[in-house]
């Protein structure tokens, strides 16, 4: 088990930024690839970010298009935690976002990942 808790959400204007946290705690936090998806009203899950648990990989941070260029995921094994910065906030990218862990190596697949958080509302307004 690798229970997760989000963080950081809130209300923004477009053009601003969040930050968003998941800790995690009971398991081995650097044994597992993190990930960032988010659900909007009447859509399906998506994804966001990953993060490998690997540190010398070329490809540790894959990103959506969508946020390419304006979300960095990052994570501190140290604090068993990881980060979602969100920079140039659209109002399209408000969403709850979840964070979740995955033993796979390289999966962006929300099926792939095993362990998610209850979710935290980011709301961009116009």
């Known amino acids: 088990q690798l229970p997760l808790v989000e963080s950081g959400g809130g209300g923004v204007q477009a053009g601003g930024s969040l930050r968003l946290s998941c800790a995690a705690s009971g398991g081995a936090f650097s044994s597992y690839d993190m990930g960032w998806f988010r659900q909007a009203p009447g859509k399906e899950r998506e994804f966001v970010a990953r993060i490998s648990r690997i540190t010398w990989s070329a490809s540790r941070t894959i990103y959506a298009d969508s946020v390419k260029g304006r979300f960095t995921i990052s994570r501190d094994n140290a604090k068993n935690t990881v980060y979602l910065q969100m920079n140039d906030l659209k109002v399209e990218d408000t969403a709850v976002y979840y964070c979740?862990?995955?033993?796979?190596?390289?999966?962006?697949?929300?099926?792939?990942?095993?362990?998610w958080g209850q979710g935290t509302q980011v709301t961009v307004y116009s």
């Open positions: 979740a862990a995955t033993l796979r190596f390289g999966s962006s697949r929300i099926s792939d990942f095993d362990y």
